[in-house]
Structures are given as C-alpha cells and as structure tokens.
C-alpha cells in the first residue's frame, strides 16, 4: 500500500512520509537536489518516531573487481551516522554490464551491500534496482518477497511539491548542479574585479562596533551584510555591481564572515534558505579570490542541512578561488570524513548572530 502524507510542524518544518519503495526512489533526486545516473546509493534511516533520511550516499557503480573495496567503503561512510536501518538502491547498470539470465543487475554488489550492512548491526530494509529514476520506470526488489512496482512521477510527489514550496530546486543532473556555481557573467566579473582592486586601495578602517564578545567589529561591514540579509528574506535577490563590492569587502573581513556561519541557523528553515541564495548569488557574481568567502558559507549552509553534494561542489569552488583557504579546507574534510551535519553546529552557535532580520 502507498501512503504518502504531508504536514507542517509548529516549527514551520514540512515532513513527508513515505511508506512505499516506489515513492522513496522517486525521492531520491530530491534528496540528493539532483536527479542521478547509473549509480550505487545507501540511503540511512535515523532512530526515532520521525525517522530522517540522513545521510545520502552516492557513488558511481563500481567494477566488479573493486566491488568488495567500494562495498566496505560505502558501508563504513553510513557507520559514521546514528542509524536504524538502511534502504540499498542501485541505479541502472554500469557500461558493459550483464546481468546472468533470471537475475537484476549487479546483483552481487546488491547483496555484498546488504551482507557488510548487517554485520555491522545495521539492518537493511530494502534493496531495490531501477533503470532509471523516471515516472513510469519499473522498480524491482533484490529480496523475492519484496512485490515489484512501478516509479511514480517524482516532479508531482508530495515531496516535490514540498521541496518546490520551501525554494529547493532539483536538478537535471549533477553537471546540471554544479553549473548554478558558474560566473553569472564573465564581462560582469572582469569589472567588479577592478572595482574591488580600487575599493581595496581606498579601503579605510570603520569605525569599531564592539561585538558581544567585546571584540571590534567593523561597523560599515555589518551593515552592510545586515541589509543585504533584509533584502534576501523578502525575496529581492537583485545584486548590483556596488553591492557585490561591498559585500566581498565585507565578507573579506573574516570577523563578519565567521558572524554570517549562524545565518544557516536553523537548517532548513525560511530565512537560512534565503540567507544561502544570497551566498550562491554572491558566488556567482563575485570574482576571485574574494569568491571564495561567500563559496564557503553556502557549502556550509548547504552541509548544514545534509546536502553534501552541493557542500562538496562550494568548497571545491571556494578553494579553487582561494587555494589553501583555512575554513573551506576544514569543511571539505569534515565532508569527506562523513562527519554528521549535526556536528558542525558548534561552529554557528559559538559566534555571534543578530545578522538575520526579526521575524515580522
């Protein structure tokens, strides 16, 4: 039986639940913001009432001689995660791949998977095969009592419809993804850069703010990012060329930029998701090195509320504007180390806020 179910929590959180294996593939996409090709993905059911799924984990389908080594690999990065079970999906077939008669693809890898995961003590509660994540593809069971279904339309899911209402977008791939990071405009880069070399040059020192901490603040630089902040939550995401300069100047001032960790507060939630179109406009619009300060906010805020795709595509592009950049070299190994996104909420809730405009 499918049921698929929608509600809003007091905290403004929409929950989908899911109770069907047809309309948890056709999530996936949603969960990883892309929609992903031939591929091995673990999906970690959290402990609890409301069980999250978190994280996602994808990798390209492995050769069959390097199966057992990417099977103990996958298996240890969902170990690093609180879990009660654990739903196997293998995404189409690998280039040259054939299945022996009466079998799914890859099956061996589906129950070398399943194997590793329950001598760890970590259950699985499906492992599934599909051709492809589209409306109308077949989905199939690895385990003979599982009855086989097919995908709905994941564009008209609850879920999509639930991630469309709170701003999140799913893409067509993850080339598709990592595009939305490109320059806006190359000419438009080529200018704002000379602007910043000159508002370098005439840069003087601000006033001081004295912080909570008792710590200075460059007053003009708060401001500036407090008011840019104000416009994103309203909606108004239109950035001129005066506008990209001050705020790279502002974000350049690691005071300010270790201030706006706490505008991904709470993951999620309306204003972080504002707060994170911001740093992606800004990512887009800005040149280097100066890039790489708003790069690193929007893969922490991207980190912060389990999307390591996007987090991993931010800080590669922070460090390719800025190699050697301290924050986004620590990020990208906390990343790749499968440190829960739960983890890094030391790092907000030591600075301070009072960045994000009151609720109205």
């Known amino acids: 039986m499918t049921s698929t179910t929608t509600s809003t929590g007091t905290d403004g959180r929409i929950t989908v639940r899911i109770s069907d294996p047809g309309e948890l593939i056709a999530a996936v996409p949603h969960l990883l913001s892309y929609r992903p090709g ?7 059911h959290s402990r609890g009432r409301k069980r999250r799924i978190i994280p996602v984990i994808r990798a390209d389908l492995p050769d069959e001689t390097c ?7 996958l298996v240890r990065c969902v170990l690093r995660h609180p879990g009660a079970g ?4 293998i995404v189409g077939c690998r280039p040259g791949h054939r299945a022996p008669p009466g079998t799914l693809p890859h099956h061996r890898l589906a129950h070398r998977l399943v194997a590793e995961c329950e001598a760890a003590g970590r259950p699985v509660d499906h492992a599934l095969w599909v051709p492809e994540i589209r409306g109308g593809a077949p989905w199939r069971c690895y385990h003979e009592d599982c009855r086989p279904g097919v995908l709905p339309d994941d564009r008209e899911t609850v879920l999509a419809a639930a991630m469309a209402a709170n701003g999140q977008v799913t893409y067509g791939s993850r080339e598709e993804l990592a595009r939305q990071l490109d320059p806006d405009d190359p000419a438009a880069i ?4 000379r602007l910043l070399a000159a508002a370098a040059d005439d840069a003087r020192p601000d006033a001081p703010a004295m912080g909570s901490s008792g710590v200075a603040e ?5 401001a500036v990012v407090r008011a ?8 108004d ?9 001050s705020l790279a100047m502002a974000l350049s001032d690691l005071r300010v930029r270790d201030r706006c960790l706490t505008t991904a507060e709470p993951p999620g ?8 179109r911001l740093w992606l406009e800004l990512v887009r619009r800005t040149p280097p090195p100066e890039r790489a300060e708003a790069a690193v906010l929007l893969g922490y805020a991207a980190y912060r509320r389990g999307d390591g795709v996007l987090a991993a595509l931010a800080f590669d592009n922070a460090l390719a504007a800025h190699p050697g950049h301290r924050l986004a070299e620590l990020l990208q190994i906390c990343l790749t180390r499968q440190l829960p996104p739960d983890a890094l909420r030391r790092l907000s809730h030591c600075q301070e806020g009072g960045l994000m405009p009151p609720p109205p």
């Not at 199966?67 to 690999?73: F, I, S």
């Not at 654990?86 to 999906?89: A, C, I, N, Y």
């Open 218 to 222: 460059p007053a003009g630089h708060v």
């Open 237 to 245: 995401f239109d950035l001129s060329d005066e506008d990209v300069v």
């Open 38 to 44: 031939p591929s091995v993905v673990l999906l970690n």
């Open 190 to 193: 080529e200018r704002r850069d």
């Open 86 to 89: 654990v739903t196997v999906l």
């Open 228 to 235: 840019a902040l104000a416009r994103a939550v309203a909606g």
């Open 269 to 276: 939630e309306p204003p972080a998701a504002a707060a994170e």
């Open 67 to 73: 199966e057992p080594d990417a099977t103990r690999e």
